[in-house]
């Protein structure tokens, strides 16, 4: 009976675990740089958070970014670029009203959504984010890192 009752113990350990492990393993606050450290910014970021996290390529990623300001930002862009081992590999722009709900003032977060391609070679990529306002002059820019794992579940894998 003891034995039993270890057994059960165990399992009951095990999946406490990874009921409390699972949900840190697939999403990530990651670490900012700002592009010019002794810049002052009128947007502040203050948290960058990856879900899932490590990426896969072949399914969709979230990106969201907590910041605050001072200011009243009625419209602008985000200009993202993409490097891979010091290669610059991809290049996009969004209007801001389209990743967060305009005027912005406060705090905010701004949150943008998508799959990478299956085929993206794994490893570490680097991504500069610049935020302008509608004028053009630059708002913020961060830069983090990324990484992206060797190889996306497919359905049929999953669904065995």
Do not use: W
Request: net charge negative.
């Amino acid at each position: 009976m003891a034995a039993v009752s270890m057994k059960l113990f165990i399992v009951v350990i095990l999946f406490s675990m990874c009921v409390i492990l699972l949900p840190l393993a697939s999403a990530k606050s990651t670490d900012f740089d700002y592009c010019n450290k002794k810049g002052n910014y009128a947007v502040k970021v203050s948290r960058v958070d990856i879900t899932p996290y490590p990426v896969k390529g072949g399914k969709e990623t979230t990106f969201s970014i907590a910041a605050t300001t001072d200011e009243n930002i009625s419209g602008g862009k985000l200009v993202i670029d993409v490097k891979y081992l010091f290669l610059h590999v991809h290049q996009e722009s969004h209007d801001i009203c389209k990743e967060t709900s305009c005027p912005v003032s406060g705090d905010f977060v701004i949150t943008h959504s998508q799959a990478l391609p299956g085929m993206t070679p794994p490893g570490s990529y680097t991504l500069t984010m610049r935020m302008a306002d509608g004028s053009n002059q630059e708002l913020s820019c961060i830069t983090f890192g990324f990484s992206i794992s060797l190889i996306a579940e497919s359905k049929a894998v999953a669904d065995i």
